[in-house]
């Protein structure tokens, strides 16, 4: 061969073998070409081979990793609904009443929110017994003269006899209905101000433990509602869509759209799958109208970039 072959570029679908120029001397012969041609295709062919048996070991990962997310799905589910239930007794649950012709869901507490509640009124009940039994300690308020020296006597020996009473500021047994000692009184009105603490010490208690049930509520009703509408989406049974995404969880829904929680084969990762309805009992104006508003939707979502909005990957039917 006496031409003098500058280069040569073997390349498959995906990968190049060589992008640098392969000098041949001038006296090589076919033969030793030939070979050459021949090493390479077996390269070839090697390669071709390799990326078979990596398509199928992918392929078989993803089988293996869709089967894991849904079997985790189904699982988390039913914890939460075990979740659900036990939340139903503690935190409260809807009930369906009857009013008049008509059905309607009442919101019914739970035994935490009940435990609470009379609490909070044994806690006033026994505010308000402390008060009264102040004012009657009041009235029974030594006069100036014995609290600037003139003692009266605290000696129940001493004392004519009379009936006694147990106050529940003091808790020990007075006089009825005569004038306390200054000691007497002081002690009463010591114990009126610790026990009026603790009182209010456990209102506070009480207000705040309220206030988490009432948070906790919150998140039980939305959970509810949000279990309800994934049980009727028509996307229930984790589908793949497009050949690569799988829905999971229901994350929302509003009008006539459902979001899903999915996960991409493809690039391996959780994204959010917003998915468009038509109603088979709309017009044809009416799904054109809709059509036409979704398309200008994510037409204008795909130009935004911003931190705190998630970016359009991909559109498809």
């Known amino acids: 061969v006496d031409q003098t072959i500058s280069s040569m570029l073997i390349m498959n679908n995906e990968c190049t073998l060589s992008a640098c120029p392969i000098f041949i001397p001038q006296d090589i012969s076919i033969e030793a070409l030939n070979r050459q041609k021949t090493e390479l295709e077996a390269a070839l062919q090697n390669m071709h081979e390799k990326e078979k048996r990596y398509i199928q070991t992918l392929d078989a990962s993803r089988e293996w990793l869709k089967s894991f997310l849904i079997n985790d799905y189904k699982l988390r589910k039913k914890q939460s609904f075990e979740s659900s239930i036990e939340n139903c007794k503690k935190l409260g649950h809807y009930i369906t009443v009857r009013k008049g012709t008509q059905f309607v869901e009442e919101w019914q507490h739970g035994y935490a929110f009940k435990n609470v509640e009379e609490s909070i009124i044994e806690n006033n009940r026994m505010k308000d017994e402390l008060e009264k039994n102040r004012k009657t300690i009041n009235k029974r308020k030594p006069s100036d003269k014995a609290c600037v020296g003139i003692r009266s006597p605290t000696d129940k020996s001493r004392r004519p006899r009379a009936v006694l009473e147990e106050t529940s500021i003091s808790n020990v047994m007075l006089p009825l209905n005569q004038i306390l000692s200054v000691e007497e009184f002081q002690r009463c009105e010591e114990l009126y101000k610790i026990r009026i603490n603790i009182l209010r010490r456990e209102e506070c208690e009480l207000n705040i433990e309220k206030e988490k049930l009432e948070r906790e509520r919150d998140l039980h009703i939305k959970n509810l509602k949000r279990t309800a509408m994934e ?26 759209s459902e979001v899903f929680k999915a996960f991409d084969l493809n690039e391996f990762k959780y994204v959010a799958c917003k998915i468009h309805q038509l109603s088979s009992e709309w017009r044809d104006e009416k799904k054109a109208n809709y059509i036409k508003h979704a398309v200008r939707e994510y037409n204008i979502h795909k130009t935004l970039d911003h931190p705190n909005i998630v970016k359009l990957l991909d559109v498809f039917e």
């Open 231 to 256: 049980n009727a989406s028509r996307f229930n049974d984790n589908p793949k869509l497009n050949n690569r995404y799988i829905l999971l969880e229901l994350i929302g829904r509003g009008g006539f």
